[in-house]
T-cell receptor, first 121, second 115 residues
């Protein structure tokens, strides 16, 4: 049963600490997205990758956030230093982008991981 | 930029009844996709239904169906024969036709199912 795997599921840390969240996309998927969910802002796109190359990270605070894909099976989102306002659920999602026809794989939806709940004290 | 609006923060329905969740969106594109995702308390995002904008026929998935009004840019979700397990946050989402592009989400509607 293919699924997106995220770790950690829950993380509590103190302000100023480094936090790293990891995501294993579904094997064969070539797009990876990081979303942040908060009560106030809802679901916000932080960054996304296609074929491991960053396409857009404009939603991410550059001074403290960084997102990478060291290889096709791992995406990371790092916060350094963390702040209380970073408390949220962080979702990773993967999908398959192709030049498929309207009926083909190009219409693929995103598959989400279970999210990492981050609490910064 | 595309925007998605869900004007109902909360909705409730009696078990076995029908409920409709509303969604409107704004785009200048002619080809795109619309989705409804369900997020139960487990927080897992689950795809409920998908609609391609070029298709005139409304999508259906068992008890879930949509009313897609392209000219009005409206995309509502109808849940028939509501079940307790349908209780969740429901998100409407938009994606351009370009393969691999991002999803833009609405604010969500919290659905309560009363026994």
């Amino acid at each position: 049963d293919a699924r997106v795997t995220q770790t950690p599921r829950d993380k509590v840390t103190e302000m100023g600490q480094e936090v790293t969240m990891r995501c294993q996309p579904i094997l064969g998927h070539n797009t990876v997205f990081w979303y942040r969910q908060t009560m106030m802002q809802g679901l916000e796109l932080l960054a996304y990758f296609r074929n491991r190359a960053p396409l857009d990270d404009s939603g991410m605070p550059k001074d403290r956030f960084s997102a990478e894909m060291p290889d096709a099976t791992l995406a990371t989102l790092k916060i350094q230093p963390s702040e209380p306002r970073d408390s949220a659920v962080y979702f990773c999602a993967s999908g398959l982008a192709s030049k498929g026809t309207r009926e083909g794989p190009g219409t693929g939806e995103l598959f989400f991981g279970e999210g990492s709940r981050l609490t910064v004290l | 930029a595309q925007t998605v609006t869900q004007s109902q923060p909360e909705m409730s329905v009696q078990e076995a009844e029908t409920v409709t969740l509303s969604c409107t969106y704004d785009t200048s594109e002619s080809d795109y996709y619309l989705f409804w995702y369900k997020q139960p308390p487990s927080r897992q995002m689950i795809l409920v239904i998908r609609q391609e904008a070029y298709k005139q026929q409304n999508a259906t998935e068992n008890r879930f169906s949509v009313n897609f009004q392209k000219a009005a840019k409206s995309f509502s979700l109808k849940i028939s024969d509501s079940q307790l397990g349908d209780a969740a946050m429901y998100f409407c989402a938009y994606r351009r036709e370009t393969s691999g592009s991002r999803l833009t989400f609405g604010e969500g509607t919290q659905l309560t199912v009363n026994p």
